[in-house]
């Protein structure tokens, strides 16, 4: 009876040991045999798609139009934000606070170049007597023109819908 149970035993670890990775292999590659179907039935129902596609385009006539980018000028950058209405009213309050002796000026700190294309405009205190006092930062697009006001809390520019909200919000 003792020789008759280890036969079992060995029957049993041998099981383990063929028959359970025969079945694991055998039920990977069923898998992966209805995984490869289904992604050749997509790529082809997508060949499908382009070539309608492409057969309902074909009596259009394609036009190529040549878009001209205008990129502003250093002038243009800086008048666009000096006519801003925040800037303006700002101008006007320095101005009327200091009974006139104090100016606010704006000047282009830095033009386009590669790797930034933004004009970087400054607007400040222009006080005779003191240091220049920044009052705000912003970049404007070259080409088209967009203006982004810097965000001194966060260090970074946003839009100037964002950057009026801000102000609102602080005040």
Same mark, same amino acid.
Do not use: C, H
């Given at each position: 009876m003792v020789i008759s149970l280890v036969s079992i035993l060995k029957f049993k670890c041998m099981k383990r040991i063929i028959l359970y990775p $025969?079945? =694991?292999? &055998?039920? #990977?590659?069923?898998?992966? @045999?209805?995984?490869?179907t289904q992604v050749a039935k997509n790529q082809s129902d997508?060949? $499908?798609?382009k070539t309608q596609l492409v057969a309902a385009l074909e009596p259009v006539s394609v036009i190529n139009i040549a878009q001209n980018t205008k990129n502003i000028d250093e002038k243009t950058a800086l008048n666009l934000v000096w006519k801003l209405p925040l800037v303006q009213r700002k101008a @006007? +309050?320095?101005?009327?606070? %200091? @009974?006139? =002796?104090? @100016? /606010?000026?704006?000047?282009? +700190? %830095? /033009? *386009? !170049? *590669? !790797? !930034? *294309?933004?004009?970087t405009v400054r607007v400040f205190e222009d006080d005779p007597n003191n240091y220049n006092? =920044?009052?705000?930062?912003?970049?404007v697009f070259q080409? =088209?023109? #967009?203006?982004?006001? &810097?965000? /001194?809390? +966060?260090?970074?520019? /946003?839009? $100037?819908d964002e950057w009026r909200?801000?102000?609102r919000r602080r005040n």
């Open positions: $025969l079945m =694991t292999v &055998l039920f #990977v590659g069923i898998a992966g @045999k209805m995984a490869m997508k060949q $499908l798609a @006007k +309050e320095i101005e009327q606070l %200091s @009974k006139r =002796t104090i @100016k /606010v000026s704006a000047i282009v +700190e %830095s /033009v *386009p !170049n *590669p !790797n !930034n *294309p933004y004009y006092f =920044t009052i705000y930062w912003f970049r080409e =088209t023109g #967009v203006i982004e006001a &810097l965000d /001194v809390v +966060e260090n970074r520019y /946003v839009s $100037l909200d801000q102000i």
